[in-house]
């Protein structure tokens, strides 16, 4: 089963936004993979503390996007291909580097030295 131990919410985007992010994240990751278990609705929603329609919402969200499979009655589990892993990976990338770029170039950071910084940075456990 899919441990949310690690789940952090924030207050910068929708609860059921950040459950199917911790889920891309997990499988870009190889933390999650073809088959595991997603914990229940209920159960989800009374670990987080949050309404059941929010984790209801991500789950439909997920199985919209191939990513989960739910049968009536039964557990939900992640459905993915191998190429999907890439994908998602490509896409999470993406976004994490639009925002790092879009800050950096409000600060005036020049692409040498965003270079520059990734390089110094790289070693460093962020």
Known sequence: MISFEQFLMDDHSPIYL???????????????GDGDEMPSRRVLSALLGVNPNTVQKAYAMLEEQGLIHSRSGAKSCIAIRPETVE??????LEEAMKHM???MKQMGVSCE???ELIGRYWEQEV
């Open 18 to 32: 950040q459950i199917i992010g911790y889920i891309k994240r997990g499988i870009a990751s190889g933390t999650i």
């Open 87 to 92: 994908q998602i990976r490509d896409e999470l």
């Open 101 to 103: 770029i879009s800050a």
């Open 113 to 115: 030295e965003a270079t």
